[in-house]
């Protein structure tokens, strides 16, 4: 009974096969070649390669022998036995004192069914845990009661129902085997196994003791920090056998990766290897580098060293990760591939039709839920029909209630659809049989014509190119009502809530996994690295291996390794611990990349496919110094264009230009690298054009030279618009100065061109902001000074938001339905508003003189004069509030949203936030003393527990002042009012030299400003997030994805320079902003 060593797992495939060809085509003896499930094509396809097909040879997983062998019994599916503990949960939640919190979770019951599993295969049975309960902590203890309690009446429901699962069957096979009279005259070949269970560990006893010889081989090698050897020790121990090495075909470069991996002296760069040629490390600037790279990669390898595709591979960290943006590229690139992933038959729109109509059903769901069903394309195919009946709902303002309740559109279409669903909503009982159930979802979708629409959508799939998804959805339709009838099968007539069924149906669908097979014979493999390491590959790309890889699971399981542990102190054995499943993890990953021939090529990106910044996987650097090689990345290619000719620069050059779409994205990035300088030729692009004149008929010749044409056009940096359509009057605003700032087309598109917005009928934060404003206004100017007790304020406030809303900005809002919440909401916020006011009416002695003062022309307090070298002009506007404390003054201004951002100093420094500095020079001319310059945060979150707002900005630093401000101020060293802390100012409380420094640096940006609008500076320069919401980025030719930079305000000022302002006429020889027409 020999036992055979191989390194990897193709070593070990190869040497199965050998053995199995070896023993002949004899009628009288059979072969059974054992093997995981995820192993057995590979054997099977090496062994056909063999022996050209044999019908005495069998290749097998335990799975399979059993169900073959055994009389037919009802087992459950993996998804079966997680629907089984799920309603053995719902029913004695009140059982589980320690678990029964958790019972609502769908992924509970799976966890708990995979811990069942787990617990089967170590061969412990409830009464097992149950005698070491009261040996043990009880936090602890609790926990494995309450396991050992659901343990036990899921062995129960099988036992009650005449059922099985796949523990138990496994279980029997000793049995089988003994009674499987030809055994005797079998060979067996036992290989690749990569753990040992207590079930497995019998089986193999009982193989090698009735099988006419059994033969096993492991996948394992001298690397102890590499290989876990569990199955290698496991059968040396059982043979006695001293086992055979078989000699590796890895390639030199792998079996120095397999031998090297993990080990410590070349973790810490002290042993270097030999370089290789075979060997490639790089260093991505993001995922999407990543990707794009490896994409033209294969590609530039297909077509000029003629590999196939089926020569190709592509292992990913993550695959999950990694799975959009891989198929993106490689169908951008005409790389035909298939994916090695699992989807779940929870995301299949079949599936997602059940669950939500369900759900509406149980929980009398919302008008969200109702248009989730209208727009699943296996309720509705026709999307204008969907789109027209969503429409027509929040058209006529129609609730869910309505919507099931016989409401009609007057559309037949539409009112079918809607009859539809509501007969199902209001027909589906509160509680009933679990048949039941199932019998009116059936009949749900069968009304729906679900399966109808379905076809409908998976040949518009196919037509669109999308295979995968064709396959998906055309495959899930069986797999989901195989499904429903497994709920029928195991809960039959069980008497469950409407509730429980949903969760029932949503926990097994998302156990269930389905497959994809390959569209074509030759494609790129793309899958999870650990999933590469059954076959050899010309060429592996390894991408993605960032510092999570190789995976490392926490232990967070319900039974963790420590209470395992202490399990194994009382003799019960529960196996794996967590430790043991991540040395197997590590294994299959090392494995892995052994897996070529003539290149392996490894990756790993500066940031993920999130956007999150990575570091590198442990992987990469035993990699660098195994091989001693440094890893290279696109700045690296970019230089090697420089010293390239000939064959090499083509190659280079190439790159990007490889297939229609990546080339038409590269001719615009060269051509913005070209009119940057940073490259001094377009060949490339160039190249591109002439050939786009004979591709398929020239048509994409056309949109290759706008796009070239679109770059060449420089973007405009002044025109010619005349003073008066910015100064009205030689009139100038705080907000169209910021504007600038923000951006100068912008400022040019809104004032200058006058496209401005049409005013929103909707109630917007602003328009919220001018109601509170409104309440303060009002109850300041009759209430505030009259105020009683705790109940007067409120009633006041009542009557000042009243008062405020009844005019005809707002009444016309209580007219809509859908906004009477909201004025509820208006209410509570303005009461929030009030109760503040008086909160400082209680501590300050500061009060306020007026509400929207106004400053200007023909007022109290005059305009302030903007020179410029094309004329003077006046700034002038409205103050929301001015409060006065003897001689001195302070300004305040109602900002709902972020108010404490709006203060920042980096905005102000840049200009962008200017208006409080600049108005409080309108009201000091009349010497009174800037003591303040706030934004009062007034909350338009609607939501309840907030702090109350405060006050952001700058407070003069007096004691005089501070005591004004707060009469607690000085001997708490802070205030709830305004923010700042005497102790630390940081900018906050300012010296009165500083205070008069912002007001005069607000002047002289505001002059700045003012020069360039009327110098006709209309560059598109904003700062980041300028464009976010900007009305006229369609306009400026401004696009951050082709290249262009956004300024950068940074995040804090520097108040050295804005100091500097109170001391100098010269404001260019102080000033550091960098505007827009200085950067060009």
């Known amino acids: 009974m020999p036992v055979y060593f191989a390194k990897t797992y193709y070593d070990c495939i190869d040497k199965a096969t050998d053995i199995a060809a070896s023993f002949g085509r004899s009628l009288k003896n059979r072969t059974i070649v054992f093997c995981e499930d995820k192993l057995t094509l590979s054997i099977e396809q090496s062994l056909i390669e063999k022996t050209g097909g044999s019908f005495n040879a069998e290749v097998s997983s335990f799975g399979r022998y059993i169900k073959k062998r055994l009389p037919v019994r009802k087992s459950l599916s993996k998804e079966g036995a997680a629907m089984a503990v799920k309603k053995i949960i719902s029913n004695f939640s009140r059982d589980l004192p320690s678990l029964g919190k958790l019972h609502a979770s769908p992924a509970f019951a799976a966890e708990t069914s995979e811990l069942i599993a787990q617990l089967k295969s170590a061969k412990v049975k409830p009464?097992?845990?149950?005698?070491?309960?009261?040996?043990?902590?009880?936090?602890?203890?609790?926990?494995?009661?309450?396991?050992?309690?659901?343990?036990?009446?899921?062995?129960?429901?099988?036992?009650?129902?005449?059922?099985?699962?796949?523990?138990?069957?496994?279980?029997?096979?000793?049995?089988?085997?003994?009674?499987?009279?030809?055994?005797?005259?079998?060979?067996?070949?036992?290989?690749?196994?990569?753990?040992?269970?207590?079930?497995?560990?019998?089986?193999s006893e009982s193989l090698l003791k009735n099988a006419l010889s059994c033969d096993f081989i492991a996948v394992t090698g001298e690397n102890e920090y590499l290989y876990s050897s569990e199955f290698s020790d496991y059968v040396v121990k059982l043979t006695k056998e001293k086992p055979i090495y078989i000699p590796t075909k890895a390639e030199k470069e792998g079996e120095r990766l397999l031998n090297g991996l993990f080990r410590p002296e070349y973790y810490d760069?002290?042993?270097?290897?030999?370089?290789?040629?075979?060997?490639?490390?790089?260093?991505?600037?993001?995922?999407?580098?990543?990707?794009?790279?490896?994409?033209?990669?294969?590609?530039?390898?297909?077509?000029?060293?003629?590999?196939?595709?089926?020569?190709?591979?592509?292992?990913?960290?993550?695959?999950a990760d990694y799975s959009l943006s891989v198929k993106r590229r490689l169908s951008d690139y005409d790389v035909p591939f298939y994916a090695d992933e699992k989807k779940n038959l929870s995301s299949s729109p079949l599936a997602r039709l059940a669950f939500d109509a369900v759900r509406v059903a149980a929980r009398k769901g919302t008008l969200s839920d109702i248009n989730g069903i209208i727009s699943n394309g296996c309720f509705i195919s026709d999307k204008e029909l969907s789109d027209r009946l969503v429409r027509a709902m929040r058209e006529r303002s129609v609730t869910a209630k309505a919507f099931i309740n016989d409401f009609l559109f007057d559309d037949m279409e539409m009112d079918a659809k809607r009859a539809v669903l509501a007969s199902f909503v209001r027909n589906f009982p509160r509680t009933a049989t679990a048949e039941r159930y199932v019998s009116l979802t059936l009949a749900f979708l069968k009304s729906a014509c679900a399966e109808e629409n379905a076809e409908i959508l998976a040949e518009r799939l196919s037509a669109a190119g999308a295979e995968e998804e064709r396959a998906f959805l055309s495959g899930s339709k069986d797999d989901f009502y195989d499904l429903l009838n497994q709920i029928s099968d195991i809960l039959g007539s069980d008497e469950i809530s409407a509730e429980e069924f949903y969760k029932i149906l949503l926990s097994g669908a998302e156990e269930a996994e389905i497959s994809l097979i390959p569209r074509s014979a030759d494609c790129v493999f793309v899958g999870d690295l650990k999933d590469c390491r059954y076959r050899k590959y010309r060429e592996l790309f390894v991408i993605g291996l960032s510092g999570d890889v190789p995976k490392i699971k926490g232990d967070t399981a319900l039974l963790s390794d420590s209470d395992i542990a202490k399990l194994d102190e009382l003799s019960v054995s529960i196996e794996p611990k967590i430790r043991v499943v991540n040395k197997r993890e590590k294994e299959a990953c090392a494995l892995s990349l052994a897996c070529f021939t003539d290149k392996l090529f490894l990756s790993c990106p500066l940031s993920s496919p999130s956007g999150a910044q990575t570091v590198k996987s442990d992987i990469m650097r035993y990699a660098s110094n195994i091989f001693s090689t440094v890893p290279y990345n696109r700045n690296s290619i970019e230089k090697a264009k420089l010293t390239s000719e000939g064959k090499r620069l083509d190659e280079l050059e190439s790159i990007g230009y490889l297939s229609l779409r990546p080339a038409l994205l590269s001719l615009v990035s060269d051509g913005e690298s070209f009119k940057s300088g940073e490259k001094d030729d377009l060949a490339a692009a160039s190249s591109l054009v002439e050939a786009l004149k004979t591709f398929e008929g020239g048509v994409y010749e056309e949109k290759a030279v706008s796009l070239l044409d679109g770059v060449n056009a420089d973007l405009p940096s002044r025109a010619d618009v005349p003073s008066s359509n910015y100064f009205t009057g030689d009139r100038v605003s705080a907000s169209m100065l910021e504007k600038f700032y923000a951006c100068p087309y912008s400022c040019f598109a809104a004032y200058g061109l006058g496209l401005t917005d049409a005013a929103s009928p909707e109630m917007q934060s602003f328009t919220a902001g001018r109601l509170f404003h409104s309440v303060a206004e009002i109850f300041i100017k009759k209430y505030a000074d009259t105020v009683k007790d705790g109940d007067d304020l409120e009633e006041k406030a009542a009557l000042a938001f009243s008062e405020a809303f009844a005019t005809e900005d707002y009444a016309r809002f209580s007219l809509r339905p859908d906004y009477a919440y909201a004025e509820t909401l208006f209410k509570k916020e303005a009461a929030r508003l009030c109760k503040n006011i008086m909160k400082e009416y209680s501590v300050s002695s500061f009060r306020p003189e007026s509400e929207e003062t106004w400053f200007g022309d023909g007022g109290k307090y005059k305009a302030v004069k903007i020179p410029t070298s094309h004329g003077e002009y006046k700034l002038s506007g409205f103050a929301d509030r001015i409060d006065r404390y003897k001689d001195y003054v302070r300004i305040i201004d109602y900002k709902t949203g972020d108010a404490k951002s709006k203060a920042e100093d980096a905005k102000f420094y840049t200009g962008r936030n200017l208006q409080l500095f600049l108005y409080l020079n309108a009201f000091t001319a009349d010497g009174s003393v800037p003591a303040g310059a706030y934004y009062y945060g007034v909350n338009d979150k609607f939501s309840d527990g907030e702090e109350p707002p405060l006050m952001y900005g700058k407070t003069l630093g007096t004691d005089e002042v501070l005591l004004a401000t707060d009469k607690n101020f000085l001997a708490a060293n802070e205030s709830g009012l305004v923010e700042g802390n005497r102790l630390k100012p940081k900018n906050l409380i300012l010296g009165e030299k500083q205070m008069k420094s912002y007001m005069k640096y607000a002047k002289i940006m505001a002059e700045r400003a003012a020069e360039s609008l009327a110098s006709g500076v209309i560059t598109a320069s904003p700062y980041e997030h300028a464009c976010d919401y900007c009305e006229y980025r369609a306009l400026c030719g401004f696009d951050a994805d082709c290249g262009k930079k956004y300024r950068s305000g940074g995040k804090r000022a520097n108040p050295s320079v804005i100091e500097k302002a109170s001391d100098s006429e010269k404001e260019k020889t102080f000033t550091q902003a960098r505007f827009p027409e200085e950067e060009l």
């Open 127 to 203: 009464d097992d845990i149950l005698r070491c309960v009261e040996n043990l902590p009880e936090n602890s203890a609790g926990k494995i009661r309450d396991v050992a309690f659901i343990y036990g009446k899921y062995e129960e429901f099988l036992k009650e129902r005449g059922l099985t699962d796949s523990n138990n069957s496994l279980e029997e096979m000793v049995g089988a085997i003994e009674s499987d009279e030809d055994m005797k005259n079998t060979r067996v070949i036992v290989a690749g196994f990569s753990s040992v269970t207590r079930q497995s560990r019998d089986v």
């Open 269 to 319: 760069g002290d042993k270097k290897g030999e370089k290789s040629p075979k060997i490639r490390l790089y260093e991505a600037e993001n995922a999407a580098d990543e990707v794009d790279y490896v994409a033209s990669y294969i590609r530039r390898e297909v077509l000029d060293k003629g590999l196939r595709y089926k020569d190709i591979a592509i292992a990913t960290g993550n695959l």
